[in-house]
């Protein structure tokens, strides 16, 4: 994967299927099925899933 978690989550998301883009020029924002979400709420789906761990879990 990626050094950059938003992408690493971005990429597991995809993996379950879900369909997730970034919606255009703000590189901080994403689509997830055709909602907006941030960076960080894309990163909390990922681990809400299951599909990342917590920065704190991983130690």
């Known amino acids: ?7 690493e989550a971005a990429e597991a998301l995809r993996t379950i ?13 994403w689509l997830v ?3 907006e979400c941030s960076d ?3 990163i909390a789906l990922a681990q809400l899933f299951g599909l990342l761990t917590e920065p704190e879990q991983a130690r």
């Open 40 to 42: 960080a709420e894309l």
């Open 1 to 7: 994967m990626t050094d950059n978690p938003s992408h």
């Open 33 to 35: 099925d055709g909602h």
């Open 17 to 29: 299927g879900r369909n997730v883009e970034p919606p255009g020029n703000d590189l901080g924002l």
